[in-house]
């Protein structure tokens, strides 16, 4: 989705001269088409990703609106008090592009993933965090956040091809969506990961289960405005990350269900720990912690055969 989202932004850029673009020496084959549009608006600031983002912070209290872009631990991780410290406790619009969320960067390892961003950013007040599902919602999302103005995070994925059935791009800020209508229980997915709930979800209809998913493409300092809602029609909901188990979509049901006190059980599927030294594909990666469609399947079969 990073070509989708780069061409947007050269649309904006385009109407906009105050957009700005900083890149860690990363994006190649990606972010060329803007690069080769605004030259002297294009900064390669190396891999320095502390100073990228102090350069930011005074590119944004000079009136201009900087996209950082990385991957997404060297993004988010290596300058994060830069970033507290500077446009978060200052409400300025910088934009953080972190790319590739969960095991997108599989063969690279550890290093790579980005399974706490999420956590980070959804714990300092005054961000935006933005999880496009697919490559079409990624370019509608940037256009609906572009005059928001407070820092925004994006956690872009890699894939330029794949789409969520009825999607079409959609994206609301402040609400959740629900892609897939069901009865018998409700999948709450994170982003990219509606895809293998989607899968899963076509699989348990075989077995007659009518599951229901729904898609956070967004998080703010207030839970998704529709969401206590969805949760409330279920008496079971499972929620799908590429993200450690705390401080993610799973633990945000949590509060939602904890605070409104409804009457439902929530079951998390995401990353509860790393094994140390394992690496592999990101399907691999993602079937080994009860990610894939297939593990998605089993949880579900045993949840709704023990309730």
Known sequence: MRKAFIAALVELAEQDPRIVFLTGDLGYLAVEPFAERFPKRFYNVGVAEQNMMGLATGLAEGGMIP???????????????????GPVQHRLPVRVVGVGGGFEYGPNGFSHYALEDIALMRAQPGVTVVVPADHVQAGNALRVTAGLPGPVYFRLGKDDKTTV?????????GRAQLVVPGDDLLFVALGTAVQQAVAAANVLETHGIDAAIALVDNLTDAHPENLTGLLARYGCVITVEAHYLNGGVGSLVCEIVATEGLDCRVVRCGV????????????????????????????????????
């Not at 996209?67 to 410290?85: D, G, K, Q, T």
């Not at 690496?279 to 912690?289: I, K, P, T, V, W």
């Open 272 to 307: 509860a720990r790393l094994e140390s030294g394992v690496s592999g594909s990101e399907a691999y990666m993602l079937d080994q912690h009860g990610l894939s469609a297939s593990k998605l399947v089993e949880k579900a079969l045993s949840v709704v055969g023990s309730t």
């Open 67 to 85: 996209f950082v872009y990385s991957i997404a631990p060297f993004a988010i991780l290596r300058p994060y008090e830069f970033f507290r410290n």
């Open 165 to 173: 059935p009825d999607l079409n791009g959609r994206f609301y800020l």
